[in-house]
């Protein structure tokens, strides 16, 4: 059986013009899906407590580790909702620097390579002001009424979220076999 996590390719020589990523929450949902490790399925981890919902298809980067123990974060903006599970082809355009129970957890900002609407934006500036203002305040209400403290810090263009990406494709190639269980 294919893993998500472990089992599909990332290329670092081809990450600048885009990178696979696996959805665990379609847009619109409120349904917080996540990666059960050992298993490589989606675990219903909870329903939001917040009367929010995801402002873009949320899932992570194949390959990738980072700082808090799981494979890096991406946002995804497509005009449509992708089903939990589905690998889709993205390109970073911002990083969102953020601390989750004052553990960094940064979030990347991409578009789908494949929806015609978003195919062409390359950097975060590029982007309606309301777009970034919308993701900003999801991420800072989201958890407010299970009184967890999420901060959101700055953003960084295309070139932040690129190096972002490349340590946490680093970091899971240097540990690989412990998470993989080999040792």
Avoid at 18 to 46: A, C, H, Q, T, W
Avoid at 144 to 150: F, G
Wanted: hydrophobic share 35%.
């Amino acid at each position: 059986m294919v893993h998500p996590w472990h089992d599909l390719p990332n290329p670092a020589a081809t990450i600048k013009d885009g990178f696979n990523v696996v959805i665990e929450i379609p847009k619109g949902s409120r349904v917080k899906y996540e990666l059960d490790k050992p298993s490589g399925m989606l675990r219903v981890d909870r329903v939001l407590y917040s009367a929010v919902h995801y402002p873009a298809n949320y899932g992570f980067l194949p390959r990738s580790y980072c700082d808090d123990n799981d494979p890096l974060d991406v946002l995804v903006l497509g005009n449509e909702p992708v089903q939990p599970l589905s690998m889709l082809t993205a390109r970073a355009i911002g990083v969102m620097h953020m601390a989750d129970q004052g553990q960094q957890d940064d979030k990347i900002i991409a578009v789908h390579l494949h929806d015609p609407a978003f195919e062409d934006y390359e950097d975060l500036d590029q982007l309606p002001g309301h777009t970034m203002r919308e993701i900003r305040r999801f991420f800072k209400d989201y958890k407010a009424l299970e009184k967890k403290e999420v901060e959101v810090e700055e953003l960084g263009d295309a070139n932040q979220a690129l190096r972002v990406v490349t340590e946490a494709l680093e970091l899971y190639q240097k540990e690989e076999n412990r998470l993989r269980g080999w040792r």
